[in-house]
């Protein structure tokens, strides 16, 4: 399997819409983790964002759900917790664990293969400081 840590960028996003939605996804998850801190049940965080999108009037689609081929087959489905945008379209992941691993990272790269969208932003609200279980993948 690849590196995973290739996919995960730490850089200013350069193009400024996309720039411009990751900024209000992040200000969502910032608003939910404020109001509710850790500790919840991962459902509950997800309840939460998703009133917090509908309030701040940002685009999204809840549990979506994509196909997995292999070898030119379908071989099943998969859920996106959030897709985030109208033209631009970024996956949201959430988690309600005490730290991200590796495997979250190779998850949320598998989950931009298979829908082909580009971003994702994967989040642990279970964290003291939401910076802690913030992480940016590109692929």
Same mark, same amino acid.
């Given at each position: 399997m690849e590196d995973h840590e290739a996919y995960v960028d730490d850089e200013m996003e350069p193009n400024p819409a996309l720039y411009e939605l990751t900024n209000l996804i992040i200000g969502a998850l910032i608003a939910v983790h404020k109001a509710l801190g850790p500790g919840h049940m991962e459902i509950i965080y997800k309840n939460a964002l998703a009133l917090e999108f509908a309030a701040r009037n940002i685009p999204f689609q809840r549990e979506v759900m994509i196909p997995i081929f292999y070898r030119g087959e379908k071989v099943g489905e998969t859920r996106? +917790?959030?897709? $985030?945008? +109208?033209?631009?379209? $970024?996956?949201?992941?959430?988690?309600?664990? +005490?730290?991200?691993?590796?495997?979250?990272? !190779?998850?949320?790269?598998?989950?931009?293969?298979? !829908?082909?969208?580009?971003?994702?932003?994967? $989040?642990?609200?279970? $964290?003291?400081?939401?910076? +802690?279980?913030l992480k940016r993948i590109s692929f």
């Open positions: 996106l +917790d959030f897709v $985030v945008g +109208d033209k631009l379209k $970024v996956v949201v992941e959430a988690k309600a664990i +005490d730290m991200l691993g590796a495997i979250h990272t !190779s998850q949320c790269i598998s989950y931009l293969k298979a !829908s082909g969208y580009k971003l994702a932003i994967l $989040v642990s609200f279970n $964290v003291r400081k939401l910076v +802690d279980g």
